[in-house]
């Protein structure tokens, strides 16, 4: 598994592992406490009955009913755990029914199932099912580790079509948000993505005002990367939903997911320029449009935006608002996040113990900061503290959580130019640390994608539902 060279390659060592380990006969075993096995089981049952019998209108009743995304937890991380390739065959074989019930479904006849009722039955059942998003987190340099969980998702076909970014993630999810399926293998190759921005340091342009980072250089690289698009262009072009998650630069206002739906003429790459002005690094951006005719116009010209993981890194309240996502697969490369997280179950004392200490430290901090939040009557002090409250408050994890190894050499390259040979390695610890993952991906995304891709067939301006 250490040297496998694809997914391919590891899936078959891990399997290999769990046969030699005892841990296929698991998979085997539907018993469990870790979920409610029972019943999965007599739901793949009824189902596997009803769809022998034909019975259309108890398959629908039951679907819409009872059809959830985490039916008896069955997508308990503990599943996980312990095979390391899939869970209980139990859950697959209930996820199989469900999506070949599905399928059937879709392709029956008008004569049988007449297509308005059809249509009313899937956009309703994916409505209350719900759908996933891949967010990807700020993070500098470090988060050109995105690109590897992209490509390893999407190598498998398990690409969500909503993508959602701030600061160094915006610009990965800009650059896979303005190109289409035949281009996105391009942007894995070798010196395709070239983001440089660190190379000025100086403490002269500090002084100035003009931040730590070259602001130019930057703007230059993302320009290189992310074509010129609206974001309503991008979704045409592509299919996929991009945001890019923006925040104030002033007080009384407030931060911004940016999207087709609220945002349709503003620049995807402009957008991410913001998303990446790390206060002290780089001076705030101002976002740009296209106005009717074609032209390029401020947008909002008084306002100007900041880095997007100060406010909202992982937005996972606007996602489900503007998109009905109630699953997050985040991957989170920010500095300050890393050494929190942990793909460990506390499952005995000491784990329990270190899992404890960094939850009160951070309950500390967060009671700290708001306290001084309150007694300060100086506005500039005032916005620096609410900027640290936010960072301090956010949840940075999702349902399933995506990181890199703790490697020191990697936090060292946070503020530095990447060289071909860097990015490289950063797209492949990306698709390593995913492997282990995707088959959880594949099935708690498995019956969404199904709803996504029978929902375009009936209807093709069903590929984004409108925002609530």
């Given at each position: 598994?250490?040297n ?6 590891w899936?078959?060592?891990a399997?290999?592992?769990d ?5 296929l006969?698991?998979?085997d ?5 870790d979920?409610?096995?029972r019943l999965l089981?007599n739901?793949?049952?009824l189902?596997r ?12 009743f039951?679907?819409h ?6 039916l ?16 209980k065959?139990?859950?697959?074989n ?13 392709g ?18 994916a ?8 967010v990807?987190s700020?993070?500098?340099t470090?988060?050109l580790?995105h690109?590897g969980?992209?490509?390893?998702l ?24 303005t ?9 894995f ?12 340091f ?5 002084f100035?005002?003009?931040?730590l ?12 990367n992310v ?8 979704f045409?072009r592509?299919g996929?939903?991009?945001?890019v998650?923006?925040?104030p630069?002033?007080?009384n ?7 087709f739906?609220?945002?349709p ?6 957008a991410a320029l913001?998303?990446?002005?790390l ?20 947008y909002m010209?008084k306002?100007t ?7 909202m ?14 699953h997050?697969i985040?991957s989170?490369?920010n500095?300050?996040v890393?050494?929190?997280?942990s ?9 329990f ?7 009160t430290a951070?309950?500390n ?7 001084l939040?309150?007694?300060t009557?100086?506005p500039?002090?005032s916005?620096?503290?609410d900027?640290a ?7 940075y994890?999702g349902d ?8 020191t050499?990697n936090m060292?390259?946070?503020f530095a ?6 990015v490289?390695r950063?797209?492949?610890d990306g ?13 708690t ?7 996504e891709r ?15």
């Amino acid at each position: 598994m250490e040297n496998a060279a694809s997914y391919a390659e590891w899936r078959g060592a891990a399997e290999a592992h769990d046969q030699l380990s005892g841990a296929l006969d698991w998979r085997d075993e539907a018993e469990t406490p870790d979920y409610d096995w029972r019943l999965l089981k007599n739901r793949t049952d009824l189902l596997r009955r009803l769809r022998r019998k034909g019975d259309i209108s108890r398959l629908l009743f039951y679907l819409h009913e009872e059809l959830h995304g985490n039916l008896g937890n069955m997508a308990n991380p503990a599943l996980y755990g312990r095979a390391k390739f899939g869970t209980k065959r139990l859950i697959t074989n209930y996820l199989n029914e469900v999506i070949e019930t599905l399928e059937e479904l879709y392709g029956l006849d008008e004569t049988l199932l007449p297509r308005e009722r059809k249509l009313r039955f899937f956009r309703q059942a994916a409505h209350s099912f719900g759908r996933s998003a891949l967010v990807l987190s700020g993070g500098a340099t470090l988060g050109l580790f995105h690109l590897g969980v992209i490509k390893a998702l999407w190598s498998e076909d398990l690409l969500p079509t909503v993508l959602s970014g701030s600061s160094a993630g915006s610009i990965v999810a800009s650059i896979v948000a303005t190109h289409d399926d035949r281009d996105l293998p391009g942007i894995f190759a070798p010196g395709y993505v070239n983001i440089e921005a660190w190379r000025d340091f100086g403490l002269d342009s500090f002084f100035e005002g003009r931040g730590l980072g070259n602001i130019d250089k930057l703007q230059a690289a993302i320009n290189r990367n992310v074509t010129k698009l609206t974001f309503e262009e991008a979704f045409e072009r592509t299919g996929r939903v991009v945001n890019v998650s923006v925040s104030p630069a002033v007080s009384n206002q407030f931060p911004r997911l940016l999207n087709f739906h609220n945002a349709p003429n503003v620049f995807v790459r402009r957008a991410a320029l913001a998303s990446c002005a790390l206060p002290g690094l780089f001076p705030p951006v101002a976002l740009q449009a296209k106005n009717f005719d074609g032209r390029t116009v401020a947008y909002m010209p008084k306002s100007t935006w900041q880095d997007g993981s100060l406010k909202m890194d992982v937005p996972k309240m606007h996602l489900a608002r503007m998109h009905k996502v109630n699953h997050f697969i985040v991957s989170q490369t920010n500095p300050h996040v890393l050494p929190f997280l942990s793909d460990r179950h506390p499952d005995n004392s000491l784990l329990f113990i270190l899992e404890l200490i960094k939850s009160t430290a951070r309950i500390n901090v967060e009671h700290i900061l708001d306290r001084l939040r309150q007694h300060t009557d100086s506005p500039a002090l005032s916005l620096a503290l609410d900027k640290a409250h936010a960072v301090a408050t956010q949840t940075y994890s999702g349902d399933i959580t995506i990181f890199p190894a703790r490697q020191t050499g990697n936090m060292l390259q946070t503020f530095a130019d990447p060289t071909p040979e860097q990015v490289a390695r950063f797209v492949s610890d990306g698709e390593r640390a995913t492997w282990p993952i995707i088959e959880r991906i594949r099935n708690t995304t498995h019956i969404s994608r199904v709803f996504e891709r029978c929902l375009r067939g009936l209807d093709p301006a069903e590929r984004a539902p409108a925002p609530e």
